[in-house]
């Protein structure tokens, strides 16, 4: 039978046909349901704001001779979401190139579940694409994770996500509704060693001072390019 989709709170209005002559023919339905209608071959069942999740219409059909015939017409009800954001999951701050993060993308009172898909975006290119096989007609709050990892020093990265409903091909196509962008700064993490073939056996001299404006001079460069420094060790010796 046909499939009937209908955004939250619009109207709705099905023809029920037949080419036969029937005794009689009606709608079974919650709202809007019509009595048996005798020597007629349709009957239409209207609605002026539909808001039951659940609603399920029968078209039924008397013949002449023989028993009753039904059919179920199938009706998505639809919402588009109150909201869709996104945001670090257990972190704040900068990210280190090489650990694993994850970002959320909450999504607000949406319905169908099933007919969400979900995109994530990794500046303009789509990195993931999440569905979800639950049967939940009423609206619901729902929650996208994106586990990504930074494999080489990229800076500032912006991420976003977004929702849409995607009710079949010839259906409607509600407006996709995108989070604001979360721009996330990438860090290298950098392990450095300034170690000389040392004997530390043998008496030296090194001037304190001098190697800890060196260090954190280069410390101070390398942070302005966008990497942090998480150690050094300097070994410093006379040997030969």
Known sequence: SELVVVRYGDSVSVNCTTSTDPEGMGWEVTFGGIGLQENVNFVTWTVGSLMD???????????????QCTEILPVILYKTPDSVSISPLSHSGPMMEGKEYQLQCD???????????????????????????????????????????????????????????????????PTALS??????????????SLITDARWDE????????????????AAVLFILGIMVISCECHVGTGK
């Open 53 to 67: 999740w659940t609603i399920e219409p029968k078209c039924y059909i008397n013949p002449q001779n023989g028993s």
């Open 203 to 218: 008496p030296f001299n090194y001037d304190y001072y001098f190697l800890r404006v060196v260090g954190l001079s280069m």
């Open 179 to 192: 989070s604001k962008p979360l721009n996330v700064t990438v860090y290298l993490i950098l392990y450095f």
């Open 107 to 173: 999504i607000q009172n949406i319905a169908p579940l099933q007919n969400l898909v979900v995109r994530w975006y990794k500046g303009n290119e789509t990195i993931e694409t999440q569905t979800f096989n639950d049967s939940t007609k009423k609206p619901v709050n729902i929650s996208s994770t994106l586990t990504l990892t930074h494999r080489s020093y990229e800076g500032e990265v912006e991420y976003r996500c977004e929702a849409e409903l995607d009710l079949g091909p010839e259906e409607p196509k």
